[in-house]
């Protein structure tokens, strides 16, 4: 594995105006207390640069990142700040004080850039040493890490790893997009669609999902006050995988559409039932949750009846009354799919899929917003823990291949923590043009050469 050198550890502070507070803090919503133990989130760019002899790329490009950070965090405040839950405290929120800084590592690699950021198959641990480590303890846990990588002559990776209780991916993907915007134009303000907003009011909680989940976060250690806020491991994701980058280009995605079209009609013409929308997305999830099933040889494996599909879905213009598009926090609900192993796996099987996941879809635009959590809490959601459920992170709306810091588009963008969760990660297609679907996996070497295959050969299926 490769070895970073001249490692750096800065902490970065918000330029902030003379008149600021010494100390304030945001309060954290249903919405966040979910995430308030799970693993963070890490996401990785790769930015393709050549030095010129006289100007290297530490002297042309990390002075304009780390200024146009600090200029950033003055208006991403939170990021700087810590999670706190203290005794005098009935919540957690996050605190940000004076002393709020944001950690900065700064490192060089001896990696082969074009190799990590190619679409071919990657050891999943070559990226480990390219994202911070979030700095948590049992008292404090810090919202958000930063790490610059130089790799000499050819570009850098930024690796972001943030805490799922402060923000969501959206909320994520807008800091991104705010701090390359002060990077590549200069200045220090933010235009309105790139401007945090920070109002909770309006996110009501009409079923107390919020304190029963922080009920359950302090019984999480025994019967006495557990306010830990170490994070806990709750996926059994194999070790030593790697990672694949597949493809669903327009006309493929089309094939997919008309093919499911025809079998749903056929399928539901006696019932007189209406078809779901079949979607990007829905089309997109339905085939890699069918590729996976049967790459996992699950139709196969004695007493699995059934495997599940669960997605994230953006929640801010689904709140009555809705809230902007801007809004910083977690602000996700959850739609989930069950369907017969036998079913995903059989003749129909993206058809089945693609109705389970539509429907699922079509239950949060129809108010089912809440479902989904209060499903957690009581534990229904995973009744058996011998099933297996496919979940999705990252999403096509986020549009992060856009990023661009004053160097240019990035060229691979990747979700480094789906091979601990053993995530889908979505995105859209790195040339932002063709409308079509980035799919990244991290599976154990047999199983991304099987699913690979299932891949290609579905989508020749469909043209012949």
């Known amino acids: 594995m490769a070895t970073l050198n001249a490692v750096k550890i800065l902490q970065i502070c918000p330029v902030a105006p003379p008149d600021s507070p010494a100390q304030s803090s945001l309060p954290l919503t249903f919405f966040d207390a979910v995430w308030l133990r799970f693993f963070p989130t890490q996401r990785l760019f790769f930015y393709e640069v050549t030095s010129q002899s006289d100007h290297p790329i530490s002297d042309s490009i990390l002075p304009k990142l780390k200024h146009s950070l600090s200029l950033t ?13 203290p005794p005098t405290s009935a919540e957690p929120f996050i605190r940000i004080d004076a002393n709020s800084a944001l950690q900065l590592t700064i490192a060089e690699s001896d990696a082969d850039f074009h190799h990590l950021s190619g679409n071919n198959f990657r050891d999943s641990a070559e990226y480990h040493p390219l994202v ?11 919202v958000m890490a930063v790490q610059i990588t130089l790799f000499s002559g050819t570009g850098f990776s930024i690796g972001i790893t943030s805490h799922h209780a402060a923000l969501d ?24 669609e790139l401007t945090p907003f920070y109002e909770r009011a309006d996110i009501g909680d009409p079923k107390g999902i919020k304190q029963r989940y922080l009920d359950g976060w302090e019984k999480s250690g025994g019967p006495n006050s557990n306010r830990s806020l170490m994070l806990i491991d709750e996926f059994n994701a194999p070790s030593n995988t790697i990672r694949g980058t597949f493809m669903l280009r327009p006309d493929d995605i089309e094939k997919l559409r008309e093919k499911v079209g025809q079998t749903l009609m056929e399928r539901k013409k006696k019932k007189q039932e209406e078809l779901p929308r079949l979607s990007t997305f829905v089309l997109t999830c339905a085939y890699v949750w069918v590729c996976l099933v049967k790459a996992e040889g699950l139709e196969s494996k004695d007493g699995l009846a059934h495997t599940g599909f669960l997605f994230s879905a953006d929640c801010r213009g689904r709140l009555e009354p809705p809230i902007p598009a801007t809004y910083f926090g977690n602000c996700v609900g959850g739609g989930f799919a069950r369907v017969k192993v036998g079913d995903v796996a059989g003749e129909d099987g993206v058809a089945v899929a693609a109705e389970a996941i539509g429907d699922a879809v079509s239950s949060l635009n129809n108010g089912g917003l809440y479902e989904h959590l209060e499903r957690l809490l009581s534990q229904d959601l995973f009744p058996h823990k011998s099933e297996k459920w496919i979940t999705v992170a990252g999403s096509p709306q986020f549009e992060l291949y856009t990023v661009d810091f004053g160097w240019g588009r990035a060229r691979r963008t990747e979700v480094v923590s789906v091979d601990r969760t053993g995530a889908v990660a979505l995105s859209e297609s790195r040339d932002g043009r063709s409308g079509g679907i980035e799919i990244g996996l991290a599976l154990s070497e047999g199983k991304m050469e099987v699913f690979a295959s299932l891949f290609v050969k579905g989508l020749e299926a469909l043209k012949s």
């Open 73 to 85: 965090l003055h208006h991403f405040l939170p990021l700087a700040g810590t999670i706190v839950w």
């Open 132 to 142: 911070p480590t979030l700095p948590v303890s049992e008292v404090e846990a810090r």
């Open 169 to 192: 991916g959206r909320a994520a993907a807008l800091f991104v997009k705010a701090w390359a915007s002060l990077c590549k134009l200069g200045g220090a303000s933010l235009p309105p």
